[in-house]
């Protein structure tokens, strides 16, 4: 099975609204007695997720449902153009909606024009 891209027709996020959260492949264990053991998970876990906003016309909104339908609702990985380093470079990076969760928010609307501001959370794989 392929992985897909991100379509090349919808607006990248917004950098304004992004923002990177490092989270080490960790397990804390606390006991009973007030001491806490951590250890490293014994698979390969998710570094890191990004925060993204996309903000979409009614008929991109269309073309990113139908994306995010061919995805399994968000739970299958894909690849996405983020400037995830301390660079002003942007890379191909495989990611994928954490917990399939998306948030629409209606931004702006007129007779015939729509604008949604599409919120969700990537987890992003090293």
Do not use: H
């Not at 992985?3 to 607006?11: A, D, F, H, N, R």
């Not at 698979?43 to 997720?49: H, I, L, M, R, T």
């Not at 993204?52 to 009614?58: A, D, I, R």
């Amino acid at each position: 099975m392929s992985i897909l891209s991100y379509p090349v027709t919808l607006p990248q996020p917004l950098q304004e609204s992004y923002s990177a959260d490092y989270k080490p492949a960790l397990i804390r264990t606390t006991f009973t007695d007030g001491s806490a053991r951590q250890r490293t998970m014994p698979y390969n876990a998710s570094d890191f997720s990004v925060s993204c906003v996309l903000m979409l016309t009614g008929a991109q909104w269309v073309d990113f449902w139908n994306f995010y339908k061919g995805l399994n609702y968000g739970s299958d990985w894909f690849t996405m153009n983020l400037p995830l380093d301390n660079s002003d470079s942007v890379n191909t990076r495989t990611v994928r909606i954490k917990n399939g969760q998306i948030k629409k928010d209606l931004q702006f609307r007129n007779s015939s024009n729509f604008v949604y501001k599409v919120s969700f959370v990537l987890d992003v794989r090293e």
